[in-house]
Antibody, heavy 115, light 107 residues
C-alpha cells in the first residue's frame, strides 16, 4: 500500500523557518517526481514545488522561489521542503503528492505563520 | 505561466442532473490536463488525467473532454457524494498551476 506521511508543520513567526518532511512507502520512491502542493484555509490548491526522481530537476512556484528549497533522500524514501523567510500568506496545509496516471497524496501538515 | 480559469465558480444542481464544468487555459496545454475532486478535510482525488482518461476506480459517470485550451468535466448523473469542489491542473508546463475551482453544491 502506498503511503505518504507529512510532518514538521506548526506555528512559526513571520520571517521564521520550518522544514517539512514526507515519508514515503509502498512504491519505488526514487523512480518518481514528487510534488509539494499547498492549500490556504478556505482557498484553492496551489502547486509549490516538484523534484524529479534523481533530484536533478527542480521547479518552484514564483511565490516561493528563493525562499523554499525542495530536496529528497532516496535512501530514506523521504522528501523535504525547507521554508525560510516565512510570510503570513504561506499559512496553509502542505501536501506531498505523487502525480501521474494514478495519484497518491498525504494527509497534509498545517503550517501557520503568525506573530 | 499558464493560467487556468474555471467556470462557473459555483454550480447548483440536484442529484440525478448532469453537471458540466469548464476549464480554460491561457495557452495550449495539448491534452495534459487533469481534474481533481476535493471534499472538506480531505486530500484531492484524481478523477481524470490527460484530459479524458479516468483514473483507477473512478466511476463511469465522470468523463473529461477537450484539448488545447478548452476542457470539460462532465458528470452524467449526479450522486449525493459528487457534491464537492473540482479543480483542473495543467501538466504541460512548469509551473503546474491549478484552476481556482468550481464548487458543486446541492440545489
Amino acid at each position: 500500500e502506498v503511503q505518504l506521511v507529512e510532518s514538521g508543520g506548526g506555528l512559526v513567526k513571520p520571517g521564521g523557518s520550518l522544514r517539512l518532511s514526507c515519508a514515503a512507502s509502498g512504491f519505488t520512491f526514487s523512480s518518481y517526481t514528487i510534488n509539494w502542493v499547498r492549500q490556504a484555509p478556505g482557498k484553492g490548491l496551489e502547486w509549490v514545488s516538484s523534484i524529479s526522481g534523481g533530484g536533478s530537476y527542480i521547479y518552484y512556484a514564483d511565490s516561493v522561489q528563493g525562499r523554499f528549497t525542495i530536496s529528497r533522500d532516496n535512501a530514506k524514501n523521504s522528501l523535504y521542503l525547507r521554508m525560510n523567510s516565512l510570510r503570513a500568506e504561506d499559512t496553509a496545509v502542505y501536501y506531498c503528492a505523487v502525480t501521474g496516471t494514478t495519484d497518491y497524496w498525504g494527509q497534509g501538515t498545517l503550517v501557520t505563520v503568525s506573530s | 505561466e499558464i493560467v487556468l480559469t474555471q467556470s462557473p465558480a459555483t454550480l447548483s444542481l440536484s442529484p440525478g442532473e448532469r453537471a458540466t464544468l469548464s476549464c480554460r487555459a491561457s495557452q495550449s496545454v495539448s491534452s495534459y490536463l487533469a481534474w481533481y475532486q476535493q471534499k472538506p478535510g480531505q486530500a484531492p482525488r484524481l478523477l481524470i488525467y490527460d484530459a479524458s482518461n479516468r483514473a483507477t476506480g473512478i466511476p463511469a459517470r465522470f468523463s473529461g473532454s477537450g484539448s488545447g485550451t478548452d476542457f470539460t468535466l462532465t458528470i452524467s448523473s449526479l450522486e449525493p457524494e459528487d457534491f464537492a469542489v473540482y479543480y483542473c491542473q495543467q501538466r504541460s508546463n512548469w509551473p503546474r498551476g491549478f484552476g481556482q475551482g468550481t464548487k458543486l453544491e446541492i440545489k
